[in-house]
């Protein structure tokens, strides 16, 4: 419940009529938090996590292509190497920053 107060405050969501909230803006704990949230479609941090999920799946997406590839060209099934942290969003001094980080194969 605690990330949904840092989401409200960040203007990402609104508490419904029927949400239960302690006095320093907390949810109570047992909430269905659909039923007392609301997402704030045109908050200015919309398109922000718009761009970092895609990010993510378009990480995702590239890693699971490889791996079926490299299966297609014979190879043995087995773990993958997803990328891991390539997206990351930090606060700076003047906002916040999302970086992306791209593996580049070195021949």
Same mark, same amino acid.
């Given at each position: 419940?605690?990330?949904?107060?840092?989401?409200?405050?960040?203007?990402?969501?609104?508490?419904?009529?029927?949400? =239960?909230?302690?006095?320093?803006?907390? &949810?109570?704990?047992?909430?269905?938090?659909?039923?007392?949230? &609301?997402?704030? +479609?045109?908050?200015?941090? *919309?398109?922000? &996590? +718009? *761009?970092?999920?895609?990010? =993510?799946?378009?990480?995702?997406?590239?890693?699971?292509? *490889?791996?079926?590839?490299?299966? =297609?060209?014979?190879?043995?099934?087995?773990?993958?190497? +997803?990328?891991?942290?390539?997206?990351?969003?930090?606060?700076?001094?003047?906002? &916040?920053?999302?970086?992306?980080?791209?593996?580049?194969?070195?021949?």
């Amino acid at each position: 419940m605690y990330l949904v107060r840092e989401m409200y405050a960040a203007g990402l969501v609104q508490y419904t009529a029927n949400a =239960e909230v302690s006095a320093e803006g907390y &949810l109570h704990i047992g909430q269905d938090l659909p039923s007392c949230c &609301l997402w704030v +479609d045109d908050s200015p941090l *919309t398109e922000l &996590l +718009d *761009t970092a999920s895609t990010w =993510e799946i378009e990480s995702a997406h590239s890693a699971i292509s *490889t791996w079926l590839d490299n299966i =297609e060209r014979g190879a043995q099934p087995g773990h993958r190497e +997803d990328p891991k942290y390539c997206v990351r969003l930090g606060q700076t001094a003047d906002g &916040l920053r999302l970086v992306r980080w791209i593996g580049v194969p070195l021949d």
